[in-house]
Each structure stands twice: as structure tokens, then as C-alpha cells.
């Protein structure tokens, strides 16, 4: 049975870093897309970040370029967030799917969802 995990959230002040990690178990990532989405107050869900087989690391968010980036370490996907910003508060969520030649891994309609971690950005 697959599962996500997401760890690392919490309260920073801007300005400041946070790493999060989604831990995998249950598929073996060399053959995956893995991505993070953010989910704000009133706003959809946007896809942050992902990387995969075929694809990645990518970055989806014009307003976190520079600051954000994905990486992997086995069966761990990591997203670092750098000199954050009051609006990068949210729920952060990683997501898995296989990968699809071919196909940008942020277009993935992804299934398997872990339950999210929430970052705050507060002075």
C-alpha cells in the first residue's frame, strides 16, 4: 500500500528557510512523479514543484523561482524553501503518480495524496 508522509512545516519568520520532506513507502520512486502542491485560504491548489522519471525537477510557480527547489533521495522528496514570504503560508502537500513520457510531471492528475504539512510565514 503506498503512502506519503509529509514532515517539516511550521512557523517562520520572512525571510527564512524550511525543508520539507515527503516520505514514500510502498512504490520505489526510480520509476514515479512526485510532486508538491500548496494549497492557500480561497485560492486553488497550485503545483509548486515536482520531479520524476521523465521529468524534473521542475518548478511550476513564477513567484518561487530562486527560491524554492525539489530534490530526491531515495524514497524522500524534498522541497527547500528559501527567503520565504508572508504568502507562501499554506498547506503543502506532495502527491505520487508513475511517470508519463512525454507529459510535464506538474500536469499529472495525481491520486495518491499525502495529508500535508502547513507553513506559516508570520512576522
Known amino acids: 500500500q503506498r503512502q506519503l508522509v509529509e514532515s517539516g512545516g511550521g512557523v517562520v519568520q520572512p525571510g527564512g528557510s524550511l525543508r520539507l520532506s515527503c516520505v514514500v513507502t510502498?512504490?520505489?520512486?526510480?520509476?514515479?512523479?512526485v510532486a508538491w502542491f500548496r494549497q492557500v485560504p480561497g485560492k486553488d491548489r497550485e503545483g509548486i514543484a515536482c520531479?520524476?522519471?521523465?521529468?524534473?525537477p521542475r518548478i511550476g510557480v513564477d513567484s518561487v523561482k530562486g527560491r524554492f527547489a525539489i530534490s530526491r533521495e531515495k524514497n524522500i522528496v524534498y522541497l527547500q524553501l528559501n527567503n520565504l514570504k508572508i504568502e507562501d503560508t499554506g498547506v503543502y502537500y506532495c502527491a505520487l503518480d508513475l511517470p508519463r513520457l512525454g507529459e510535464s510531471c506538474l500536469a499529472h492528475a495525481y491520486e495518491e495524496w499525502g495529508k500535508g504539512t502547513r507553513v506559516t510565514v508570520s512576522s
Open positions: 510502498g512504490h520505489d520512486l526510480d520509476y514515479s512523479s
Open positions: 520531479i520524476g522519471t521523465f521529468d524534473g
